[in-house]
């Protein structure tokens, strides 16, 4: 029997926690009775065993077991890599 885990697709605001990020997935849903479209932005802890996630990144996300008391979701794959651009304190004068 083959078990069907929920997936989302979000972006990474934070990496400052050992092998954890924290993913922003924004769902737009529209209002049942004034039809306006609404943002919900969920952040959720998911576990990232190689601290590959940077910030900005584009990353699926898939359910799994509690890995801790916050941790239910770990990183599948990074979809989109965000360039960071480095500034060296020299180059800004």
Do not use: F
Request: glycine share 2%.
């Amino acid at each position: 029997m083959e078990v069907k885990r929920k997936s989302r697709i979000g972006r990474v605001l934070s990496n400052k926690m050992a092998k954890t990020v924290i993913v922003a997935v924004d769902t737009p849903w529209e209002h049942p009775i004034y039809r306006k479209t609404i943002r919900r932005v969920v952040k959720y802890k998911a576990h990232d065993e190689a601290n590959q996630c940077q910030p900005g990144d584009m990353v699926e996300i898939i359910e799994t077991r509690p890995l801790s008391k916050e941790k239910r979701w770990r990183v599948a794959q990074i979809i989109i890599k965000e360039e960071q651009a480095i500034i060296q304190p020299k180059e800004v004068v």
